[in-house]
Structures are given as C-alpha cells and as structure tokens.
C-alpha cells in the first residue's frame, strides 16, 4: 500500500537524489512508497516547504510550462479560463461570485496555485486584476468590504492584517448580518483599469498552441535553413510532437504545415507532409514550411528513395530485431553448410522468426542489403 506522506529525513533524501539526477522521481516514489504526484510536488515546493525556505512565501510556476517559458498567449488563456468562471453579471460594483463553490464558502481553483501561488478564488482574482507578480504573502489577508466569501470583484477586496479581518467578521455577527451586503465605497480601480482576460476559450487556446509551437522550433538560422524542433517530446521515428486541435500527439512538422496554410489538420487528414530539404542533418526534424509539401504516401516512398532516407534492414523499425549481421549468418549456415545443412524450420526457431519470413531471408527476396549468399552458387 502506497504510503500517504514522507518524513523530512526522506524529503530530504528525495530532494538530493533527484536534483543531483540519480534517480528520476517515479524511481524514487517507487523507492520510498509514495505516489508519483507527491515527489512531483515536493520537488516544486509545493510541499515540506520548510525545507525549500519558503514557508509562509507563495510558490507559483514561475511562468514554466513543461521545462519552457510560459507564452504570453498561454499566460492569457489561463487568465481567460479563470475569470469564465466568475459571474461578473452583476456590474463594476456588485458581487462576483466564483462559480461552482459551495454558498458562502471561499472559492478554490487549483490552476489559481500555478499561476499566482495561491488557490483561493479571491486571491487570484486580487492578484490578477492588479498584474501583481504572485498573490500576497500569508502575513497579509484580503478583507471582503461586501462580507461575501465567494466574491471575486477586486473593488470588494481590500488588503489588510488578520486582526482587521476579524474585526469584520466581529462586526457582522454583532449587527446580525449575513450573507452579501452593499459596498459604500468600494476600491478605486488603477489608472488603466482592471486587469480581466476575456475572450472565447477556444480560439485563445488555439493562438496559445500555435505560439508554443512556434517556441518549441529553433528557427534561428533563417527562411532557408531547417528548423530542427527543440523540445523533449519525440515520436520514436525523430519527429517532435505536442498537442494541436484535440489532438495529443500531432508530429510537428504537420502542424507547421497547416499553420503555415491556414489549415486545418482534417483538412489535410489523409495526405502526408512531405521533407524537401537539401540537408539531411534535420531531415525528419525540419519544421520550416517552405521545406514542406503535402503528398501521397506513394510520393512520400518514393522521394525517400530518391533521397536515400527510406529505412531498409535494421534501420527499419520493423527490422531492428534482427540484425544484418544475423541475417548474413543464417544465409552462410544455409548455403555454405559445414557438414549438415540446417532446415528451415531449425533456424526459424532458434531465432524466433515466422519460417516463411527466413525462406525469404534465405532466398534473398527480402533484407538483400544486408548481405550474404542467397543461392547456392554464391
């Protein structure tokens, strides 16, 4: 049974192996018997914050996203999402409460934390609408002027200590008050207004993808030159990927073609995309679109040959199982036999293969660049 939380003395032990890279953080939740997403938030002193230094500070993303910086598009997105979910229907000075929390309860975003260092609805509410850095440290609280916990209006919120906030509270039990009351005088707004994101979800969300993408390309060497991709994620063939339209694992160079083109990936759903580039340093990682060009599977092949990148043998993925060098024994052991010839069916069992996939090994009608007899004669 997964343990539920970890001593300092194997906080401690966590922190130094991962940061010295000995060990990854699944090897050492495995190790200790914690869950994954426990060491990840060790890690980013999102816990045992004593030991980081930063107990009683809030802790944000840093504007990281997946080891790269935060976009602004991103940035704005996120902004969009958290206040799509504060009702702001009731003007400049009424409540806006957060929506989905429990009655009079403070609201709570989780995306709130990374953003601003805090989770509480309000707090990101304050923080974002003054284009603050990070939500204010502990030692400072936010008092609601409308004595409504859900409310997220940032003329409703007004800084100052503990002692003040309980005096409000005081103040309403006193007087037989509850639940949201006018604001007399709310908070003045900065002089360009407050800081609210807007906009439709879907379209920020895509401009977002596209400006990642665009920070995931190194294309640092110019209209002509290729544009290798920079980021971790790769398919197994050499292309990067990330998520584009839905989608979870689009290669790369797709999406800067139909970025390029002001498509659609659907639009161009049963074509291939195409590498035309001279150089074959970045040819399956090239992401400029002007070495692009949409085409059948037959021209894909085809092109591949022409420019010697086709994978046969070992290099095909399909093929790396067995080596060029295996295939050049059995064919020697077969033809050239030193006593008694081996059969078919012995050699396709000792090394694992489909023994109509050795006869053609043998014959020379497939894997003949990887050399040897496939005849008697030879």
Avoid at 94 to 120: E, L
Wanted: glycine share 10%.
């Amino acid at each position: 049974m997964t343990r539920r939380s970890l001593s300092d003395a194997e906080a401690r032990w966590a922190l130094q192996m991962v940061r010295s890279g000995k060990m990854t953080q699944k090897q050492v939740a495995a190790m200790l018997g914690a869950t994954l997403s426990r060491i990840n938030q060790l890690v980013n002193r999102r816990t045992f914050k004593h030991l980081h230094g930063t107990a009683g500070t809030r802790t944000s993303d840093g504007g990281k996203r997946y080891g790269l910086d935060e976009t602004p598009e991103r940035r704005l997105w996120r902004e969009a999402k958290f206040w799509a979910r504060v009702d702001r229907s009731g003007g400049p000075n009424g409540c806006w409460p957060w929506i989905g929390g429990k009655p009079n309860h403070y609201g709570q975003t989780a995306a709130g934390q990374g953003m601003t260092g805090s989770s509480g609805a309000h707090v990101v509410a304050f923080t974002l609408a003054r284009e603050l850095p990070k939500a204010p440290d502990r030692g400072l609280v936010l008092r609601h002027l409308c004595d409504y916990k859900p409310c997220c209006n940032p003329a409703h919120l007004k800084p100052g200590t503990v002692g003040e906030n309980l005096a409000d509270r005081w103040e309403a039990h006193r007087e037989g008050r509850s639940g949201a009351r006018d604001v007399a005088e709310p908070v003045a707004a900065p002089p360009g207004g407050w800081n609210i994101a807007v906009g439709d979800l879907d379209e920020l969300d895509h401009l977002a993808r596209v400006s990642e993408f665009h920070a995931r390309v190194d294309s640092s060497g110019g209209p002509d030159a290729c544009w290798p991709w920079i980021a971790r994620s790769r398919h197994r063939f050499g292309y990067g990927f990330m998520r584009f339209e839905g989608q979870n694992t689009v290669p790369a160079h797709r999406i800067a073609y139909v970025v390029a083109h002001q498509l659609t990936l659907a639009e161009i759903r049963h074509q291939v995309i195409m590498h035309k580039c001279t150089d074959n340093t970045h040819r399956n990682n090239c992401n400029n679109p002007a070495h692009l060009l949409a085409g059948t599977q037959a021209e894909n092949i085809a092109d591949k040959k022409t420019h010697g990148t086709m994978p046969y043998g070992e290099r095909h993925h399909m093929g790396q199982r067995y080596a060029d060098s295996l295939i050049v024994e059995l064919r020697e052991r077969y033809w050239h036999p030193k006593g008694e010839r081996p059969t078919i069916t012995a050699l396709a069992t000792e090394v694992g293969a489909p023994i109509g996939v050795v006869s053609q090994w043998l014959k020379g009608a497939s894997r003949p660049q990887a050399g040897g007899p496939t005849g008697p004669e030879q």
